[in-house]
């Protein structure tokens, strides 16, 4: 399933043991989880022990019933298993996991256009919270690099752009995938800032 990913987006947390963990409110300057996700959606997440903080967990998780963390760890203090967490307070973020970054310089995609797909289904499921639809198909400004067109007028269901021409384009302008994943990931950016789509 494609992993959704927010900023700020940080809470408290009181909850003990190896199972799901109560969530109990935003941090200061933060939002909670359940005010940003779409129905479904996973995420990367890191609790870090403030009362213990030799005990932490990064891992790929989901709201469950109730509004808890439901925990799949990827790294952590006990070897990578769940942590047996001790009462006291701890924190969770939605955060990207290494591992994810190492996935796409293994071969994926650059960050920031890895998966087209799962903006998208991003997209249709924050507009499903507001009551409306999302079409798929968003006018996006022509970008031009070093003189050379990479990005057209128009991206039809967010396809990257594709091809030899495409990458003739990027490798004479100078310009690497992660630099273009960058500038595109800013575009984005200044899109939601102006509310032409979902922040």
């Known amino acids: 399933m494609t992993l959704f ?36 959606a996973r995420f990367h997440y890191c609790i870090a022990g403030v009362t213990r903080p030799e005990q932490w967990e990064i ?40 591992a994810w970054f190492s996935g796409q310089e293994a071969g994926g995609a650059p960050p920031g256009i890895a998966d087209v ?5 991003a997209l249709a499921g924050k507009a499903a919270l507001a009551g409306a639809t999302f079409a798929g198909a968003v006018v996006v400004p022509q970008l031009n690099v070093g003189g050379a067109k990479v990005v057209g007028a128009r991206a039809t269901g967010w396809g990257a752009p594709t091809g030899t021409a495409n990458r003739a384009a990027f490798d004479t302008a100078g310009i690497t995938a992660g630099q273009l994943a960058q500038r595109l990931k800013a575009l984005i950016d200044d899109l939601a ?5 979902g922040s």
């Open 59 to 98: 891992g790929e998780g989901a709201l469950g019933s109730g509004g808890s963390l439901v925990r799949m760890p990827l790294s952590s203090s006990a070897a990578g298993d769940p942590v047996d967490f001790s009462p006291g307070l701890k924190t969770v973020a939605l955060v990207v996991a290494a």
């Open 5 to 40: 990913f927010a900023d700020l987006v940080r809470e408290a947390c009181l909850g003990t043991g190896t199972g799901d963990l109560a969530l109990a409110g935003a941090l200061p300057g933060h939002r909670a989880f359940a005010e940003v996700l779409p129905p479904g």
């Open 117 to 121: 797909e799962g903006l998208t289904e």
């Open 193 to 197: 800032a102006h509310g032409l789509i």
